[in-house]
């Protein structure tokens, strides 16, 4: 029937959302409308982050922002439009946020979903230009509705996940998520406030040759993961580090590579949050093929114990992750 045939390019989000949720027949909308309300944050964010060039121009003629306060860091404006926009919208009882140290309750009681977010990731590159971007997870809640969401509810293994997705704000943006049925890619085109699909059922190759690590760090590697960029330069891989996650993983989903954040002596739980950075790409670059660890476990496994908890990441092409769990190993069987 109609809803089998591949959706072409070009197909707005509004249709690709309508027409996917026609294929789950008990389907009542509300992920639907969840889904929308965050590519409308994502419009709103893109807009703030594109005059933001020239705030510090226009900051010189006074320009502040929708509160009427000084302009805030680009992070703040974006936690608070992504809030109001899941607030707004109804179907989220509770949001965890980079932003935010506690769990934040909408006051929408009857909502199924929780969800947790990074608004914007690396905001220190919006000053040089670079692209950054928006990561989030989507859980059904486990706690029953007509009570405010709980730790119970925000604290779920990433397998429990419902969609994730990210936003990526660069020399176009683009919004790439998956419900679990593929992943797909949306181009927005501002002239038209939409997003198009673009890039329809992300696949990601098997293998690559980009690995992505901040080598500056490389004094505090363990061994294992020495000797996998060690192998890495045997191979004569491509070195990518754009230092800005969203940017380094997209690349390297559509052209084969590994994105590493290890754990290092400094930061044994390595830099990246579990539950709104590495749960979010993980869920993403397994529905397109690829695959994502701590450097031992699936990361979609991880029990997490706290909603800020870190966690090492090893993700992308499947072949890569597996070589590079292959050198960790060595470290570990001396345990
Ligand atoms: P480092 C940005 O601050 C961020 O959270 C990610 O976007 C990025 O991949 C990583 O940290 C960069 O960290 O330690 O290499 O500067």
Redesign the pocket.
């Known amino acids: 029937d109609h809803n089998k045939l591949a959706l072409p390019v070009g197909t707005t989000l509004d249709r690709f959302i309508m027409r996917k949720q026609e294929d789950f027949p008990y389907a009542t909308g509300e992920l639907s409308q969840l889904l929308r309300d965050i590519a409308l944050a994502a419009k709103i964010v893109n807009r703030e982050i594109n005059r933001s060039g020239l705030i510090d121009i226009a900051g010189a003629y006074g320009s502040q922002n929708v509160q009427g306060e000084d302009q805030q860091k680009l992070d703040v404006i974006a936690n608070i439009r992504f809030i109001r926009a899941l607030r707004n919208g109804g179907e989220v009882c509770t949001i965890i946020s980079e932003e935010d140290e506690e769990m934040i309750q909408t006051g929408n009681n009857q909502g199924k979903y929780v969800v947790a977010i990074d608004p914007l990731?690396?905001s220190?590159?919006i000053d040089v230009n670079v692209s950054i971007g928006t990561i989030f997870s989507i859980y059904r809640r486990v706690s029953p509705t007509g009570t405010e969401g709980t730790e119970r509810d925000c604290l779920q293994t990433g397998t429990h996940q419902v969609a994730a997705g990210y936003v990526i704000y660069g020399s176009s943006t683009m919004l790439v998520y998956t419900t679990g049925n593929g992943v797909n890619g949306f181009t927005y085109e501002a002239s038209l406030g939409e997003f198009f699909l673009s890039h329809p059922h992300i696949t990601t190759p098997k293998t690559g040759a980009i690995y992505s690590i901040?080598e500056?760090?490389s004094d505090h590697f363990s061994e294992g993961t020495t000797a996998f960029v060690a192998y890495c330069k045997q191979q004569n891989y491509s070195a990518r580090?754009i230092?800005?996650?969203?940017a380094?993983f997209h690349r390297n989903l559509l052209k084969g590579g590994i994105y590493m954040?290890p754990a290092t002596k400094k930061a044994p739980k390595g830099?990246?949050r579990l539950m709104y950075?590495c749960n979010s790409l993980a869920f993403i670059v397994e529905q397109a093929g690829g695959k994502s660890s701590d450097g031992r476990n699936r990361t979609m496994e991880l029990e997490p114990k706290g909603m800020h908890e870190r966690s090492p990441l090893f993700i992308g092409s499947t072949e890569l992750v597996e070589k590079a769990e292959e050198f960790l190993a060595a470290e570990y069987s001396d345990v």
């Not at 230092?243 to 969203?246: A, D, E």
């Open positions: 990731d690396g220190s590159n901040n500056g760090s580090y230092g800005s996650l969203v380094d954040y830099k990246l950075e």
